[in-house]
Antibody
Framework: EVQLLESGGGLVQPGGSLRLSCAAS????????MSWVRQAPGKGLEWVSA????????YYADSVKGRFTISRDNSKNTLYLQMNSLRAEDTAVYYC????????????????????WGQGTLVTVSS | EIVLTQSPGTLSLSPGERATLSCRAS???????LAWYQQKPGQAPRLLIY???SRATGIPDRFSGSGSGTDFTLTISRLEPEDFAVYYC??????????FGQGTKVEIK
């Protein structure tokens, strides 16, 4: 059974940093792209960032580009999200999710649906 | 960026009734690359449908998806008590970024 378990959330002041982790099990982690998706309190879903199975390709939403860094350690089956310069509007539950990738003419394209999702970890940015 | 608009915002129905949820895209979604998710309070979203009409593993056949281009529909043929939840559509044909609709809440009437 595929399992994803996020950790690292908490309360942080504006301008601060936080690193989220997502421990994966039940599948060949290095063979799959992974994504972070967030949900502000009472709001909808927003894709944040994606990374290919090898870690060689990364993508970000404009809202976090330059502030967040996605990475992975395939030897530990763990996905990370380093969040710097945090703002109040980054307050949300952050979910990691198994993603889809294909390679066309040597180019990795991360596309598709998210399945499954972890249970989420809450990040609150407030003074 | 493709904007997805879901309607209605809230659907009030009784168990056993049919639910029809709409998702409209601001531009054509490539190859019907559209997914649907169900989210219950305090839980993570769960994939229901991908490729506009393919059911995910373990999803009951009362859930069906249809549509192409800019108009997509999720139908729940007969609502069960566990189906009352929020439903989101998501496109992945023209990204990044992949985008979600704002959600439709299906509540008990």
């Amino acid at each position: 059974e595929v399992q994803l378990l996020e950790s690292g959330g908490g309360l942080v002041q504006p301008g601060g940093s936080l690193r989220l982790s997502c421990a994966a099990s039940g599948f060949t982690f290095s063979s799959y792209a992974m994504s972070w998706v967030r949900q502000a309190p009472g709001k909808g879903l927003e894709w944040v960032s994606a990374i290919s199975g090898s870690g060689g390709s990364t993508y970000y939403a404009d809202s976090v580009k330059g502030r967040f860094t996605i990475s992975r350690d395939n030897s530990k089956n763990t996905l990370y999200l380093q969040m710097n310069s945090l703002r109040a509007e980054d307050t949300a539950v952050y979910y990691c999710a198994k993603d889809q990738e294909i390679t066309i003419f040597g180019v990795v394209i991360i596309e598709g649906w998210f399945d499954p999702w972890g249970q989420g970890t809450l990040v609150t940015v407030s003074s | 960026e493709i904007v997805l608009t879901q309607s209605p915002g809230t659907l009030s129905l009784s168990p056993g009734e049919r639910a029809t949820l709409s998702c409209r895209a601001s531009q054509s979604v490539s190859s019907s690359y559209l997914a649907w998710y169900q989210q219950k309070p305090g839980q993570a979203p769960r994939l229901l449908i991908y490729g506009a009409s393919s059911r995910a593993t373990g999803i009951p056949d009362r859930f069906s998806g249809s549509g192409s281009g800019t108009d997509f529909t999720l139908t729940i043929s007969r609502l069960e008590p566990e189906d009352f939840a929020v439903y989101y559509c998501q496109q992945y044909g023209s990204s990044p970024p992949r985008t979600f609709g704002q959600g439709t809440k299906v509540e008990i009437k």
